[in-house]
């Protein structure tokens, strides 16, 4: 996918903080970030082939470098989720565009709490209690009424679409 270059921030370097998507083996190394909140291996697009990079689970509080931009966070569920059958899955929205995030829980306190330390400003948090286990139908019925009512009652238009609608995600 083509990027313009003010939508891409180039020679970051990971300590560990980030993994393959792929594998999830932790990554070292230098990766650039796009304006969607993926990752990719290499200092620029040009360095190719760029793998895609996702916050390593030990990584609680993803910001961008300095600290202040929520970035993609993917919150997974644990054995105790699928016990119980569900957990809380965070986003946020840009405030004055359909620019959505995954975050973690730390991020989304920070925005909840308008810790300076965040640009709270800029965004909207919201969080969805997503269900994991039953019947395949049951899922996703249950997480596309749970997605429509979110975006109906928060207007979060095209929110489904940035969830790709995948309602059946780790069931």
Do not use: H
Not at 12 to 24: A, E, F, M, R, T
Not at 49 to 57: G, Q, V
Not at 86 to 103: G, M, T, V
Request: net charge positive.
């Amino acid at each position: 996918m083509y990027y313009p270059k003010s939508q891409i921030q180039e020679n970051l370097s990971s300590n560990g903080d980030l993994s393959y998507k792929s594998s999830g083996t932790p990554y070292y190394g230098f990766y650039y970030r796009v304006s969607t909140g993926k990752y990719f291996t290499g200092k620029t697009p040009q360095d190719g082939p760029n793998e895609e990079l996702i916050p390593s689970p030990d990584s609680p509080t993803v910001l961008d470098e300095e600290g202040k931009v929520p970035v993609y966070y993917l919150n997974t569920p644990i054995d105790q989720d699928y016990q119980f059958g569900s957990f809380i899955r965070y986003f946020c929205k840009k405030a004055n565009e359909l620019i959505y995030i995954e975050i973690s829980k730390q991020t989304f306190d920070k925005l909840i709490n308008k810790d300076p330390k965040i640009y709270w400003e800029l965004y909207v948090p919201f969080s969805i209690k997503w269900k994991l286990t039953g019947s395949r139908e049951a899922v996703y019925k249950t997480n596309k009424n749970l997605v429509e009512l979110t975006i109906q009652n928060q207007k979060l238009y095209q929110f489904d679409n940035y969830l790709k609608k995948d309602y059946l995600k780790f069931w």
